[in-house]
DNA sequence: TTGACAGTTAAGCTTTAGCTTAATAATATA
DNA sequence: TATATTATTAAGCTAAAGCTTAACTGTCAA
């Protein structure tokens, strides 16, 4: 794209690891953005554009405080993804062959 | 790009609605590609290659029967995904404020 | 009023996603 | 054997994601 992504769907915004950090981050509180910007790797615009990406999805807010934006969480719009993963987990757990399995794998 | 996607990622794999759709179709049972193309809206090679994705994230396993290939959910990956849910649903639950702005707004 | 600071916006570029149509592969059946 | 069935792979395209550098905006402070 040339411009900012147009998604403002939350597990399209929660699908990059960039973003979920930031949400994270902001989960201990309000930021500005030079305080997020510690526990990114990116730089200055990359960083505002993924802050764009997850106000279009309203999952946080911004506001001026000074010259420095002070950006907050606002999870409201997770609970669509909380909800999917609540309706389908019962399934999955469920299929406790193929878990038991994954585990194994992973942890040996 | 001009190949498969090349993302192995739960996060990404689960942000896609058809293939969430595939997957909550596979929660029933395991099913051919015939039986997942009825819940499926899309050409035949649209569903192959989301199939495609889902089988690079290790999310489905495919089998051939015949000529039909038999796909069921191998769910252990979307632990990564509910884990994280967990983790951070008591952060956002807990900023009560904003999320009932948020159902006040979505349910009047 | 000039300059530094905090951050965003613009523009351009590369890579990836996801579709399409056409071709191919493998199995079943007449 | 020829043909239909079931599905994937190939190739090509459009659009979106996500970065970069450069330019800009607004605020503060000397």
Redesign the interface.
Known sequence: MNRLPAHS?V??A????AR?RI??LL?AGELPVSGLARGFRGSAPALSQQLGVLKKA?LVRERREGRQRIY????????E??N??EV??G???G?LE??G???R??HG
């Open positions: 769907d597990f399209q929660v699908a990059h690891p979920r949400l994270e989960e309203r907050r969480l606002t999870p409201g719009p997770l609970l993804l909380t999917w993963v389908h987990k399934f999955w757990s299929k193929a878990l399995q994954y585990l794998r992973k």
